[in-house]
């Protein structure tokens, strides 16, 4: 949940296992009695997809017998506490009861059926001027409601959340994000995940080991060093899982259990307020995503330093917003790896973020990928790797707007058998049947316009044409290494074999802000689809790069030479204005009869 300045907004997450999802954000709290839950419903989210019976109107025609519960939250100065929610569930089974509570003037009633519960009651911070800063995670278990008449009354007091959690790190950082996750399985194995998450302000109640089921905790600590520092740098650590909620939760951190990421941001000439957003953080089957969003001023270099390695289970998660729009409803790019990356202690990761030129490409990939051009038996998929690729030739990048407002992006994918159109539609590929098993040439022409988007000024429109020629005959270098998997396998992975589209790496010479002076040099890369080292070994024939200083009316032929197997040297004088932004065509064949043509307009600007 990012809110307007781009940083992660506090907020608390419960998760029933029902199809549910609630996302909370602190700021709902400041009025609990207006408080209505299901506004903050995403169940896209929930980590089951098996529904359990939450609702009163379930229990009741399940036949449970029912009692109330009264929590009574109280702040830190032993009042009624004004912004609390509490989450209560039954622990002998969630399925008998799981549900979100506000308490509404530090008093919270719900009918349960009879049986053993756990409680969570979540407690917002605010600034003077009302700025939501911090959360309190009250943690209650092994409690028994009875079958006797009455009211059950619980306690949920603020001051019990003494536990700060933090992490001491080898360098000097400020927390600028908590994530703290904690688990309660029930009896029966359904495991009912809590998240508190605030800018570095996360205080929990200590709970030894539950009587009934189990109770785990985890959190994401992230901080960022401090102001001023000439070489800035971050950690994101993902701090031990514990038994129960420890009395201290604060964590060394040794620098031998850390990656060192040497990252730089590189932006649109465009984006003069400088500013982007970079995302990090981990995905766990049973935790989902622990992930903080940042913003960073670009261009700019960046040292974060990374657990490494994750627990067995865990994967990165890292995405960048290189440019955002000026107005709520304006769009951006953002990028992200094609890849989930592991890391090793000790290991030192180089890599540039949004440099152009930026053009859509299959991609090149090492790790655990889905494949975007594949084959298995007589089902073809022919995609690119989203709407544009950077210099990192497994990123994939995409034009975005904000949640609820139209994408003026446009998207346009033909496929063409021996010359006959089989396919035409919007998006970034074509998924075939009924293939034919015998020899044919493909061609792939994808058509991309974000000139709608007022914040993009490079690369608003790319034309890319492909041809492959597809041999159902085994290639052994085709075939789809073991941890990747393609959509037209699904049942059956080791089938995947991965198609020979021809993929472009460009490497120019422009600054963090994709501008050129004086001359542009480009570092060209003519290679396949590849995951892993898998994929097409025929070897590039031939290359060509114009440049066009008129918007494509004309076009110059750049100086172009081969320096190696593959690779190719292009030059050219940038003869256009201080502030105009010339187009690239670029054309490249292979041995084996594939070929692309690819036309970027406004490709970078002369500075």
């Known amino acids: 949940m990012v809110g307007r300045d781009g940083r992660t907004v506090p907020f608390l997450k419960f998760d029933p296992g029902n199809g549910h999802s609630y996302v909370i954000p602190a700021s709902a709290l400041s009025d609990v009695a207006s408080l209505d839950t299901a506004q903050y419903d995403v169940p896209q989210l929930s980590h089951s997809a098996a529904p359990l019976a939450t609702t009163l109107a379930r229990q009741a025609s399940s036949g449970y017998p029912l009692h109330i519960v009264?929590?009574?939250?109280?702040?830190?100065?032993?009042?009624?506490?004004?912004?609390?929610?509490?989450?209560?569930?039954?622990?002998?089974?969630?399925?008998?009861?799981?549900?979100?509570?506000?308490?509404?003037?530090?008093?919270?009633?719900?009918?349960?059926?009879?049986?053993?519960?756990?409680?969570?009651?979540?407690?917002?911070?605010?600034?003077?001027?009302?700025?939501?800063?911090?959360?309190?995670l009250v943690?209650?278990?092994?409690?028994?409601?009875?079958?006797?008449?009455?009211?059950?009354?619980?306690?949920?007091?603020?001051?019990?959340a003494t536990a700060q959690v933090t992490a001491a790190t080898p360098r000097p950082a400020t927390s600028d994000n908590v994530t703290l996750d904690v688990t309660r399985t029930d009896a029966v194995g359904n495991a009912i995940p809590v998240q508190a998450v605030a800018s570095g302000n996360v205080f929990v109640s200590p709970q030894g080991a539950p009587t009934i089921g189990k109770l785990s905790s985890q959190a994401m600590w992230d901080g960022v060093s401090p102001a001023g520092t000439r070489s800035p740098y971050r950690y994101d650590v993902l701090l031990p899982q514990t038994d129960g909620v420890p009395a201290n939760e604060t964590y060394p951190v040794s620098a031998s259990g850390l990656a060192s990421l040497h990252y730089t941001f590189d932006t649109d000439a465009a984006n003069t307020a400088h500013t982007g957003l970079y995302q990090i953080g981990v995905r766990s089957q049973q935790l989902g995503g622990l992930v903080g969003t940042y913003p960073v001023t670009v261009p700019m270099s960046l040292t974060d330093y990374v657990t490494a390695p994750?627990?067995?289970?865990?994967?990165?998660?890292?995405?960048?917003?290189?440019?955002?729009?000026?107005?709520?409803?304006?769009?951006?790019?953002?990028?992200?790896?094609?890849?989930?990356?592991?890391?090793?202690?000790?290991?030192?990761?180089?890599?540039?973020?949004?440099?152009?030129?930026?053009?859509?490409?299959?991609?090149?990939?090492?790790?655990?990928?889905?494949?975007?051009?594949?084959?298995?038996?007589?089902?073809?998929?022919?995609?690119?790797?989203?709407?544009?690729?950077?210099s990192e030739p497994e990123t994939s990048g995409y034009y975005e707007v904000p949640f609820g407002y139209p994408n003026p992006t446009v998207e346009n994918f033909t496929v063409y058998r021996d010359g006959q159109q089989i396919a035409q539609q919007p998006g970034v590929g074509a998924w075939l049947s009924d293939v034919p098993q015998h020899v044919d040439t493909y061609r792939a022409v994808f058509d991309v316009d974000a000139s709608g988007i007022s914040s993009v000024s490079q690369a608003t429109k790319t034309h890319t044409d492909l041809t492959f020629v597809y041999n159902p005959a085994d290639d052994p270098h085709l075939t789809l290494p073991p941890g990747d998997s393609c959509y037209e396998g699904f049942s059956d992975p080791a089938s995947c074999r991965i198609l020979p589209m021809l993929n472009l790496n460009y490497r120019l010479n422009t600054d963090g802000s994709n501008t050129g002076h004086a001359v542009s040099v480009l570092s060209l890369t003519v290679g396949h689809e590849s995951y892993d080292g898998q994929g097409s070994q025929a070897a590039a024939t031939s290359a060509k790069v114009e440049v066009s200083f008129d918007g494509g009316a004309t076009w110059t032929s750049a100086a172009t030479v081969p320096t190696g197997r593959d690779h190719y040297l292009a030059i050219w004088p940038d003869t256009?204005?201080?502030?105009?932004?010339?187009?690239?065509?670029?054309?490249?064949?292979?041995?084996?009869?594939?070929?692309?043509?690819?036309?970027?307009?406004?490709?970078?600007?002369?500075?």
């Open 70 to 136: 009264q929590i009574n939250a109280k702040d830190l100065a032993s009042g009624p506490a004004q912004n609390a929610l509490s989450f209560v569930m039954n622990v002998d089974s969630a399925g008998k009861f799981a549900a979100v509570i506000p308490d509404i003037g530090g008093v919270a009633r719900v009918a349960v059926p009879v049986g053993n519960y756990a409680i969570y009651t979540g407690f917002a911070e605010y600034d003077a001027s009302g700025n939501p800063t911090g959360l309190r």
């Open 139 to 160: 943690l209650q278990d092994n409690l028994a409601v009875p079958h006797t008449t009455g009211v059950s009354v619980v306690t949920a007091d603020e001051r019990a």
């Open 310 to 390: 994750l627990p067995t289970g865990f994967a990165w998660l890292q995405s960048y917003y290189a440019e955002l729009g000026k107005a709520p409803d304006e769009g951006f790019a953002g990028l992200q790896p094609g890849d989930l990356p592991s890391f090793t202690g000790g290991q030192q990761v180089w890599r540039t973020w949004g440099h152009g030129p930026l053009a859509p490409q299959v991609g090149r990939f090492n790790g655990p990928n889905l494949c975007f051009a594949c084959v298995a038996g007589t089902s073809m998929g022919i995609g690119f790797n989203g709407d544009f690729t950077d």
């Open 576 to 607: 256009g204005a201080k502030g105009s932004m010339p187009s690239l065509r670029v054309t490249a064949t292979d041995s084996i009869g594939g070929s692309i043509t690819q036309t970027i307009t406004n490709a970078y600007t002369i500075g």
